[in-house]
């Protein structure tokens, strides 16, 4: 098993996740451990293949409970459908488990910045995020910037990694961080 779980990191790695997913689709069931079970979720989610992604890991729930990347993977399939509380839910646990992994604490920013909006979770958030991984802090939010929706209120935002069709402003000067923005948000 272990050739396999290091082919999986080095596909990973290489963004081929269709060839994780056809890897551990030919194992047979009984082979399909909690860990490799997560991969292919993990692959599934980076496919944006969400939906099968979530059954996957709720068909490890049991296991996954006192685990900081499997709520982290179940937090991202769900921000990535949309399902923000639930998402913000799994965000918290994962750093109720890990308090020192940015990107949890990256997508509760997104999540009280753009979907929730709590103004103080969001500061909090901001504030763990800046302590824990002060490279992504930045890097995280350096081009992003409020735009208007339609009707002129500063809810909508669009980001440079979002769908085909987004479109982003860039802060006006470079290096600015968030806190820097939050009347905005």
Known sequence: MEPLLE?????HEADQHQKIV??????????????????LARAYNN?????????????????????????YRMGY?????????EAEEAFQRAVALNPEEGDCWYFLCRIYRDSIHKPEALAAALEQLKRVDPREFYR????????SAPGGNKTHRQY??????????????????????????
């Open 160 to 185: 440079p990694n979002g769908p085909e069709n987004s479109r982003y402003e860039p802060l006006p000067r470079p290096g600015l961080g968030p806190e820097d923005h939050l009347e905005d948000w």
């Open 77 to 85: 399939s769900y921000f990535r459908l949309s399902r923000f509380a």
């Open 7 to 11: 082919q999986i990191s080095q596909w």
């Open 47 to 71: 496919l944006a293949r969400y939906e099968e992604g979530l059954a996957l890991l709720e068909s490890i729930a049991d296991e996954g409970r006192e685990d900081w990347v499997w709520w």
């Open 22 to 39: 056809d890897a551990i689709l030919q194992l047979p069931q009984e082979e399909r451990t909690y860990q490799i079970t997560g991969y």
């Open 140 to 147: 995280s939010f350096d081009n992003m910037k409020p735009i």
